[in-house]
């Protein structure tokens, strides 16, 4: 990694930021997305249903995991709910929302914690956060409170990567990525990463958005014992030609050097944001588990559909 902080009040260095500029050809690419992904997508019924969420407490010993869609998951531990990254969203400007919420907003029921891993819009959706109710209030990285210090949390709680923040018992790290956390293009002060969260006896990763980097080997030698991990595999075709998210391949290297015991994807089927199809991410994903023969780690729920392990 590199040793010069790329922005020094984050402290963030050249291999954990992708810059915001974008690469040769992204003309010809936009062109691409505007025609094959995005105009589509705007007359396309959404597929899915919501289903109500399972409310009882999980097994002993074991963690509820239940994707909402894109990046947003309901985690039930014994005694804890978290949500991370809520996003209920039917489009994002001119990007329409591709398959339902797997759980309907108004039936979420009060949190111990609300966790957004940067400032996207399509990770810190507004409109849903201030609908969701929060005990000990949300976790936003570094530079990103004054968002959301007016949607009626109790608390907002800034972390710096490598942070832990303790609740009883319930433990909080930040993790780093590489992606960047801009959610204009002024704001480049404002930080982004993952969460470690750890409850009840297990731990669960949230990558939040990030392209392969070498750091992933560095969080599993800091928490050897990952139980799941919520790894993004969409959008790796970005029009703009930059190096922001994960490709299924490297998603699956990124969750054998976390050595976690097995792997959730997220991050793709829900708003086209690449240039690859929207079923692509999932075959390949598959294929290259079997490669590797680790199918069996990889579990691949549908929206709403609660998962315990």
């Known amino acids: 990694m590199g040793k010069e902080p790329l ?13 915001l500029l974008p690469q040769k050809g992204w003309p010809g690419r936009n062109f691409k997305f505007f025609r094959h992904r995005i105009v589509p997508g705007m007359f396309r019924r959404p597929g899915g249903q919501a289903s109500e969420p399972v409310l009882t407490t999980p097994a002993t010993g074991c963690v509820r995991v239940t994707w909402i869609g894109h990046a947003a998951f309901f985690l039930q531990f014994e005694g804890h ?12 400007g001119f990007v329409k929302r591709q398959r339902e919420p797997g ?15 940067h400032a996207h819009f399509d990770h810190l959706h507004k409109p849903s956060l201030r609908v969701l109710q929060s005990r000990q ?26 942070d832990v923040l303790e609740f009883p018992d319930m433990k909080v790290i930040h993790t ?13 002060h404002r930080d982004y990463g993952g969460y470690l969260i750890e409850a009840g006896g297990k731990s669960v990763f949230h990558c939040g958005d990030s392209a392969w980097f070498e750091g992933f080997a560095e969080i599993g030698k800091r928490y050897p014992d990952i139980d799941v991990a919520l790894m993004p595999i969409g959008a790796y075709e970005a029009p703009s030609g930059r190096d922001v998210h994960l490709n299924p391949e490297e998603a699956v290297r990124a969750f054998a050097e976390l050595g976690a015991k097995v792997m959730i994807p ?3 089927g829900t708003f086209p944001l690449g240039n690859e199809p929207m079923e692509e991410p999932v075959e390949r994903l598959l294929q290259e588990a079997d490669r590797l023969g680790i199918s069996e780690r990889i579990l691949i729920p549908e929206e709403g559909v609660g998962v315990e392990w």
Do not use: C
């Open 176 to 188: 780093p990525s590489h992606h960047w956390g801009a959610r204009y293009l002024h704001d480049t």
């Open 137 to 162: 209030g949300i976790v936003v990285p570094r530079g990103s409170a004054s968002l959301v210090k007016r949607l009626g949390f109790p608390a907002v709680h800034e972390m710096k990567v490598w």
């Open 266 to 268: 997220m991050h793709y």
């Open 103 to 117: 759980l309907p907003l108004a039936a979420i029921p009060e949190l111990d914690l609300v966790l957004v891993t």
């Open 81 to 92: 709910s978290v949500m991370i990254d809520p996003n209920w969203a039917r489009w994002h």
């Open 7 to 19: 922005y020094p009040k984050s402290g963030r260095t050249v291999a954990q930021y992708s810059g």
